[in-house]
């Protein structure tokens, strides 16, 4: 059951907006993926707004929360700069669809006119480096790689010169996400980092987190941890085809300050739009 559905049910219930209903509605929000934290202030404001302004028509209430929710939700754009070489580092742990994504939105900017190439820079996972080179001769985009377990900076490298060569473009990192081995992740992105702030023009790169949008407090820990590491510039959301609860643009927007770029929902290389604020809420609330 979805947020919007679990919203309704808890209007039947209570005639009333007493503090029993906030209590319950505090409980709505964290089931529907938004931090504790986030919950409780988010109903405490709700809460003083509708005693003082006298708001307790179910209609006039949720007005409130649209707003209040969206005040924390962020959205940005990505320009790729003409004539210069920008890089996106591509983060996220394994399993959230990271490489697809890289795939997805390499399509997305080739369409746009950009010369694109995927740096297949998970080294360690000869999974990953196949799934690139896969994704690369169906949309017969350029893909540089090295054999299996050398330097990911180096395949960095190698990909911005390639770029570099061909007068500038997008270079999409495609990185490992091993977060049971922290340090070693940490600081195996540091030094990719190191080398894509050095090879890129300046002002041109930036750093994405892939999040599977399922999982809710699981995505928001993930975001912290790269967000420390490296620094994280935007999200792009996965399986957004298939969470019934979502709240972690929320949590993500108010905890850490980062805005969302894409939403991914579906297996198709089309399968991913850029992220709207007010679409994203009105479908959270189920309007």
Same mark, same amino acid.
């Given at each position: 059951?979805?947020?919007?559905?679990?919203?309704?049910?808890?209007?039947?219930?209570?005639?009333?907006?007493?503090?029993?209903?906030?209590?319950?509605?505090?409980?709505?929000?964290?089931?529907?993926?938004?931090?504790?934290?986030?919950?409780?202030?988010?109903?405490?404001?709700?809460?003083?707004? *509708?005693?003082?302004?006298?708001?307790?028509?179910?209609?006039?209430i949720v007005v409130?929360?649209?707003?209040?929710?969206?005040?924390?939700?962020?959205?940005?754009?990505?320009?790729?700069?003409?004539?210069?070489?920008? +890089?996106?580092?591509?983060?996220?742990?394994?399993?959230?669809?990271?490489?697809?994504?890289?795939?997805?939105?390499?399509?997305?900017?080739?369409?746009?006119?950009?010369?694109?190439?995927?740096?297949?820079?998970?080294?360690?996972?000869?999974?990953?480096v196949d799934q690139?080179?896969?994704?690369?001769?169906?949309?017969?985009?350029?893909? +540089?790689?090295?054999?299996?377990?050398?330097?990911?900076?180096?395949?960095?490298?190698?990909?911005?010169?390639? *770029?570099?060569?061909?007068?500038?473009?997008?270079?999409?990192?495609?990185?490992?996400?091993?977060?049971?081995?922290?340090?070693?992740?940490?600081?195996?992105?540091?030094?990719?980092?190191?080398?894509?702030?050095?090879?890129?023009?300046?002002?041109?790169?930036?750093?994405?987190?892939?999040?599977?949008?399922?999982?809710?407090?699981?995505?928001?820990?993930?975001?912290?941890?790269?967000?420390?590491?490296?620094? +994280?510039?935007?999200?792009?959301?996965?399986?957004?085809?298939?969470?019934?609860?979502?709240?972690?643009?929320?949590?993500?927007?108010?905890?850490?300050?980062?805005?969302?770029?894409?939403?991914?929902?579906?297996?198709?290389?089309?399968?991913?739009?850029?992220?709207?604020?007010?679409?994203?809420?009105?479908?959270?609330?189920?309007?």
């Amino acid at each position: 059951m979805g947020f919007g559905e679990k919203l309704r049910k808890l209007f039947s219930h209570h005639k009333s907006q007493n503090e029993d209903f906030f209590e319950e509605l505090t409980d709505t929000l964290i089931e529907g993926d938004i931090g504790a934290k986030t919950a409780v202030e988010i109903t405490d404001i709700l809460e003083k707004k *509708c005693r003082e302004a006298k708001i307790n028509s179910q209609e006039d209430i949720v007005v409130e929360l649209k707003k209040l929710l969206l005040s924390y939700v962020k959205s940005c754009h990505l320009e790729v700069v003409p004539g210069k070489t920008n +890089v996106f580092m591509v983060l996220g742990v394994n399993g959230v669809g990271k490489t697809t994504s890289v795939a997805k939105m390499a399509k997305l900017y080739e369409g746009q006119g950009v010369n694109v190439i995927m740096s297949a820079s998970d080294t360690f996972r000869a999974a990953a480096v196949d799934q690139l080179q896969m994704h690369g001769d169906n949309l017969n985009i350029r893909v +540089v790689k090295h054999q299996m377990g050398s330097d990911p900076g180096a395949v960095v490298f190698d990909a911005c010169e390639a *770029c570099n060569s061909k007068g500038g473009g997008l270079v999409l990192a495609d990185t490992a996400g091993r977060l049971h081995n922290k340090e070693n992740l940490v600081n195996e992105l540091k030094k990719i980092d190191k080398i894509a702030k050095a090879k890129s023009s300046e002002g041109c790169y930036k750093k994405i987190i892939v999040v599977d949008s399922t999982t809710g407090q699981n995505a928001l820990r993930q975001a912290e941890v790269f967000n420390e590491a490296v620094g +994280v510039d935007a999200v792009v959301l996965t399986k957004y085809d298939s969470t019934a609860k979502g709240g972690v643009a929320v949590t993500i927007g108010k905890e850490l300050g980062i805005p969302v770029l894409f939403v991914c929902f579906g297996e198709k290389y089309d399968d991913i739009k850029p992220f709207d604020c007010e679409e994203y809420i009105n479908e959270f609330l189920g309007l």
